[in-house]
């Protein structure tokens, strides 16, 4: 335990006195009036050796403060508990030294332990008063001190939970970034179904007309050749050289080969034609691809420099629940240094 960093109190002694009461007995708190509330904060752990427990007073604030931002979509409350020194000086209670209490309000106790010594209670503590305006002290305080710090992603507009650490808020933007992508590349899957659908379809009927032609252009051509092969086994069985069948032979043959090559062009076009719908296709890839990898291309959650907004509460936000004198368990020493007894 660290040794109080507060300013010094008045020093524990083996009496326990109250300014403006009678003095108690040793071991015993001292006498308050009925209209004063006091708790105790539990003591815990084992006493250091040759230390006794010395409780000293300190007030403890506990209070609910809602912060809300509807533009950062922020609507949260949290339960602070505070305590600082009342001390016989001209500001007693100052909440400038005020420290987390460290202790829920349900571990507050009704007693202390038996034999411990007491520090002075200041007069100013005597007064019911003083509670009253301490607590608006302490509202005060709170009003101008206590801000709720969240992080902002620039990039979607994400804020960060109360309490999420940097870290876990990267994570989950990251996480929300993929989820977001993979929305958009699914959109982007769709748009250009269709698009792909009507070139595949254009595509395989290309593809159909270039067989067709083929087969065409190859029957033509087995007819072409068989036309010749009449024509000149005609010739060498000993036929006239010029005859009418002859001749018409010649000219079918003739008519096949100029149909040859009109097929054979045919091809070419229709080869063409796949051609062209596959570079319409590569182009409508190309186009699909650079729109993902925009998608892909932002910027990266885990890297990027978020903004850090402060959210003040309203005063009508702030409600004290509890403003109360509390006795503070010290171990004190032979040599009188004091530590932390919770």
Do not use: H
């Not at 209070?63 to 922020?74: E, M, P, Q």
């Not at 508990?81 to 030294?97: E, F, M, S």
């Amino acid at each position: 335990p660290a040794t109080a960093p507060w300013p010094p109190p008045a020093p524990c002694t083996t009496t326990s006195n109250v300014v403006a009461a009678e003095p108690a007995s040793v071991g015993q708190p001292p006498a308050l009036p009925p209209y004063i509330s006091n708790f105790y904060i539990p003591q815990r752990g084992s006493a250091p050796s040759g230390s006794t427990l010395c409780y000293r007073p300190v007030i403890l604030g506990a209070a609910r403060l809602t912060f809300s931002d509807s533009k950062a979509k922020v609507d949260t409350s949290q339960d602070l508990v505070y305590t600082t020194p009342v001390t016989g000086q001209v500001i007693a209670v100052d909440w400038a030294n005020a420290q987390e209490a460290g202790v829920a309000l349900n571990d507050l106790e009704k007693s202390g332990q038996t034999g411990a010594q007491y520090a002075d209670l200041p007069a100013v503590a005597m007064q019911s008063r003083s509670y009253n305006a301490w607590s608006k002290d302490f509202s005060n305080w709170l009003y101008g001190n206590q801000r709720l710090e969240v992080l902002r992603s620039p990039s979607t507009g994400s804020v960060s939970r109360p309490g999420e650490s940097e870290r876990d808020f990267r994570i989950r933007l990251q996480q929300e970034a993929r989820e977001t992508r993979d929305e958009a590349t699914e959109k982007l899957r769709q748009k250009y179904a269709p698009k792909f659908n009507t070139l595949q379809e254009r595509l395989r009927r290309a593809q159909q007309a270039v067989e067709r032609e083929a087969a065409q252009a190859k029957q033509v051509e087995l007819q072409t050749a068989i036309s010749f092969g009449a024509t000149l086994l005609s010739a060498f069985t000993g036929r006239k050289a010029v005859s009418r069948s002859t001749l018409g032979r010649a000219t079918t043959a003739a008519r096949g080969v100029s149909r040859s090559m009109e097929q054979r062009q045919d091809i070419d076009r229709a080869k063409d034609t796949v051609g062209a719908i596959q570079t319409q296709m590569k182009d409508l890839q190309d186009q699909f691809d650079a729109e993902v990898a925009a998608l892909q291309s932002k910027i990266d959650p885990m890297s990027e420099e978020l903004q850090t907004l402060a959210i003040r509460p309203k005063k009508t936000d702030i409600s004290v629940q509890l403003l109360a004198l509390v006795w503070s368990p010290y171990w004190l020493d032979a040599q009188g240094a004091t530590s932390q007894a919770w």
